[in-house]
């Protein structure tokens, strides 16, 4: 069973009249008063403190939120998802729970796009090693990807510099 709801003001009262059955004179009244209240304060100076740290973690997990953002949309070579966070507003934790969508999403994409180049890349490695008589019994190691930049126009350059291969290929061949 759940205790009755005491205010500060009841408490207070109580104590009062606890004193005055005592016979707790006015001077230790008033200085177990000063104390009781200087215990408020130590523990509402607490409070405050707990709660600016937390302010202060929620901007900082903002803050490497929205640079995340921006990073990945820097390596993508976009903007677009840009003005979804810009337009955030609201309190800090309203804020970080928008953002954390937009990043997975950008993760995502990121991630797509890094396998994308890499699959170019990797035929690009076979073919280069193919034309050149220099393939080596196994599968080529997987090139590393410049995850700074993974834009459309990378990997359209990329794409362009594999047909050019193809077509070597095939011309080597004949």
Sequence with gaps: MA?????????????????????????????????LEEDCLNV???????????????????????????????ALGEQEAFSRVEKLGGTLMEQLTNVEPVLEDLRRRRDERVKDFTV????????????????????PAAPLVDETNLSLSRLGELK???????????????
């Design 3 to 35: 205790a009755p709801r005491v205010s500060c003001g009841s408490l207070l009262q109580e104590l009062q009249v606890l004193w005055g059955e005592i016979g707790q004179n006015e001077a230790e009244r008033d200085r177990m008063m000063l104390q």
């Design 44 to 74: 509402y100076r607490k409070k405050v403190e707990q709660t600016r740290k937390q302010k202060e973690d929620l901007i900082e997990a903002l803050s490497f939120g929205q640079s995340d953002i921006d990073r990945i949309l820097s």
């Design 120 to 139: 170019v890349q990797l035929e690009i490695v076979r073919l280069h090693a193919e034309i050149s008589g220099t393939i080596d019994q196994g599968h």
């Design 160 to 174: 362009r510099q594999l047909n050019e291969l193809q077509t070597e290929k095939v011309v080597y061949l004949l």
